[in-house]
């Protein structure tokens, strides 16, 4: 678990959750597409097009990132990792006003600095930690 070895304390908030898929929970982007041919052409990480029948739009999910970062932002903290899914991470990047990302990969690293009321990526998907894992 992330804090075992650092020991410092993990507090999970739901803020942070991965969109809800809705229907299309579990379902390929293939199979997506099938059911809805209205979406072929879009590619599974162009949320801010469209809503998965029953679950949340991307600007709910920036919504939520925006309600937790400004809740972090209010803490006195020198440093925090934030452990999220790539969906979040995007409507974090669109809330704080920084140029999207193509893609994030499981397990990548992205640093963020905040200050001033302005934010600047330091490091984007970096997965130099996993080079050589099993």
Do not use: N
């Not at 410092?8 to 997506?32: A, N």
């Not at 801010?48 to 006195?76: C, H, I, M, N, W």
């Amino acid at each position: 678990m992330v804090g075992d070895s650092s020991g410092v304390d993990v507090v999970v908030d739901d803020r942070l959750q991965e969109f809800d898929f809705g229907r299309w929970e579990g379902l390929t982007w293939d199979e997506i597409v099938a059911a809805d041919p209205r979406l072929t052409g879009l590619d599974s990480t162009a949320a801010k097009l469209y809503t998965p029948e029953g679950g949340e739009s991307f600007a709910q999910v920036s919504a939520r990132a925006k309600s937790f970062l400004d809740d972090l932002t209010g803490q006195d903290f020198a440093a925090a990792a934030v452990v999220t899914h790539a969906g979040v991470l995007h409507a974090v990047f669109s809330v704080l006003g920084l140029a999207p990302a193509q893609r994030f990969t499981p397990g990548g690293i992205t640093r963020i600095a905040m200050e001033g009321g302005g934010a600047s990526v330091l490091a984007l998907d970096d997965r130099r930690h996993l080079d050589g894992a099993s």
